[in-house]
């Protein structure tokens, strides 16, 4: 299970430059204008794990498989998005598929790229993108409880969606849900003010490491905690670069990780997600999970059939793993486990699955 995220944001704030740059691609235009993204772009990333670097030099693997992130590239939105202005209806449809928000918010002056809005206001921006998103859910809400709709839905789903309506009519605080409903099944109503949120202050190169006056505004306003401030442009120069260099580069301005690590742990973070390896003399491969998933969870996640006549798990953590060199030596030095259907996988596990074919 890889997880996709979605970048949003108004026109001309940087989403195709960071796109370009997580992806290190030029697949994404980056254009002057707006709506020149019409169709998402869509980059598949491999997830940068030195635990599996390691482990695949224990086993001495032929092949060494990362997990995956997918960034979704969605085009520039404005107000009145959830009426259809911009081409908005259609941009809205985009976001619904993904499992986590990049908010991509402009933090920089310049007078070379064209601003939608007279002047720069990262507060602003976001409020509007979050309202047209607020609006959409309301209309999709009213949709489903019409009468001839209503009908169809059970009672659980049509309170969460009669509480839901009742909160953003009143600019309330969503968590509160997550109180009341279980989160698999709030998940379920695709809603788009209620999905995972990163918000990413796209600066200029000399604002990178402490900040500017727009980041500290928008910090004070909404926290750090899912806050990261990325020089779009800067980070795609940086992927240019080969690694050396690229280290090199990172050095000079300060930087320990590129804002691609950043986001995946951010990530990561947001939506609760764990990474597990399998790990053999074939090949080494990271797999995401849910945190709190049981050991037929993450066998599923390789193959259903895993899942459905689980047996075993042989487990070994990753320290112990390493340590002992592999499979042999965390077996006979008694480190490695069998777990049962029960069994809550941890990260970094390194797992073989018993099953029944």
């Not at 449809?93 to 933090?107: F, L």
Request: charged fraction near 25%; proline fraction near 3%.
């Amino acid at each position: 299970m890889g997880f996709k995220c979605g970048i949003v944001g108004l026109p001309n704030v940087g989403k195709s430059t960071l796109f370009n740059a997580l992806t290190n691609s030029s697949k994404a235009q980056a254009e002057n204008f707006p709506f020149c993204t019409i169709d998402p772009n869509i980059g598949i990333v491999p997830v940068p794990d030195q635990r599996l670097d390691a482990l695949a030099k224990v086993s001495f693997s032929k092949k060494k498989i990362n997990t995956t992130i997918s960034f979704v590239d969605i085009a520039g939105l404005v107000k009145g998005a959830s009426k259809g202005e911009g081409l908005g209806n259609k941009f809205l449809s985009h976001i619904r598929e993904v499992d986590a928000i990049i908010h991509m918010i402009r933090c920089f002056d310049s007078t070379d790229i064209q601003n939608v809005n007279p002047n720069v206001d990262p507060i602003r921006d976001l409020e509007i993108i979050e309202t047209e998103m607020m609006l959409a859910d309301l209309e999709s809400i009213n949709k489903r409880l019409e009468k001839k709709n209503k009908k169809n839905l059970e009672n659980e789903q049509k309170d969460m969606l009669e509480m839901t309506a009742e909160i953003l009519n009143n600019n309330k605080d969503l968590s509160v849900l997550y109180d009341k409903f279980d989160s698999k099944n709030l998940n379920q109503l695709s809603l788009l003010s209620l999905k995972p949120k990163i918000f990413v202050c796209n600066v200029d190169e000399e604002s990178i490491q402490n900040g500017n006056k727009y980041t500290s505004n928008f910090i004070e306003k909404f926290g750090g905690k899912n806050t990261m401030i990325v020089s779009a442009d800067l980070e795609n120069q940086i992927n240019q670069l080969q690694d050396e260099e690229k280290l090199n580069y990172m050095k000079m301005i300060g930087s320990d990780e590129t804002g691609l690590k950043l986001m995946i742990k951010k990530g990561y973070d947001i939506l609760k997600l764990d990474t597990f390896f399998t790990s053999g003399p074939e090949e080494t491969r990271a797999w995401t999970i849910k945190k709190n998933s049981t050991a037929p969870n993450a066998a599923g996640q390789i193959h259903s059939d895993f899942e459905k006549g689980f047996i075993k798990a042989e487990t070994v953590s990753y320290e112990e793993f390493i340590k002992n060199r592999g499979w042999v030596q965390s077996k006979n030095s008694g480190k490695m486990r069998l777990e049962g259907k029960d069994y809550i996988v941890k990260d970094g596990d390194i797992l073989n699955f018993r099953f029944n074919t």
